[in-house]
């Protein structure tokens, strides 16, 4: 079964996703035989490579800071229900095109969704750049790929085709926000579900055949 995830590496709600579907295979008879790809989807298309603070951003976007803080602080709880550990305090909002470059670069090497958790832990806990390409090679680096190649992938441009190919097809789907599920190309599920949820769909996928 194949489970192609719209995401984008600096959406909560992708990363709270992220251990919720995983807590659902967790669960579920049948694992061994689910490929998870993640396809590029930006939150914010238009955003400078210069990175803001999210807190910032937040405020310009949701009407304010007293506004921005309770929307941070709603998105800290919910991802300590599912053991991850924000710090938004820190975190930086920037263009994320060479980060899905860099996933789409790492996908045939087999290490994608290593690369994506590494991402995203970055960008969350720890207020690393992920728009800066020294950066995305080092976190490369760390998750098993050659961070030399990886910085001459991005130096190159790259899987830009590629990524590309992907913001086309999620318009295509009719995919507006993220994350969105799509199993065996035909079933979508969209937003952060619960584990039992993911379950179910599952069972429907592989009922349907």
Known sequence: MLVEVWSDVICPWCYIGKRRFEAALAQWNG???????????QLDPRARAEPTP????YARKFGG??????????????AAEVGLEFHLDRALRANTLDAHRLLAWAEPLGLQSELKERLM?????????????ATLAKLAGEVGLDQEAAAEALISGAFAAEVAAGLARAEEL???AVPTYVFNGAVGVPGAQDPD??????DRVVARG
């Open 174 to 176: 009719g995919i507006t």
């Open 197 to 202: 949820v993911f379950i179910r769909v599952l």
């Open 54 to 57: 999210v807190a910032d951003a």
């Open 121 to 133: 832990h970055a960008y969350f806990s720890e207020g690393a750049n992920v728009a800066d390409r």
């Open 31 to 41: 694992t061994d035989e689910v490929e998870i790809v993640y396809r590029p989807f």
């Open 65 to 78: 800071s007293q506004r921005a803080a309770a929307i941070m602080e709603h998105l800290t709880q919910a």
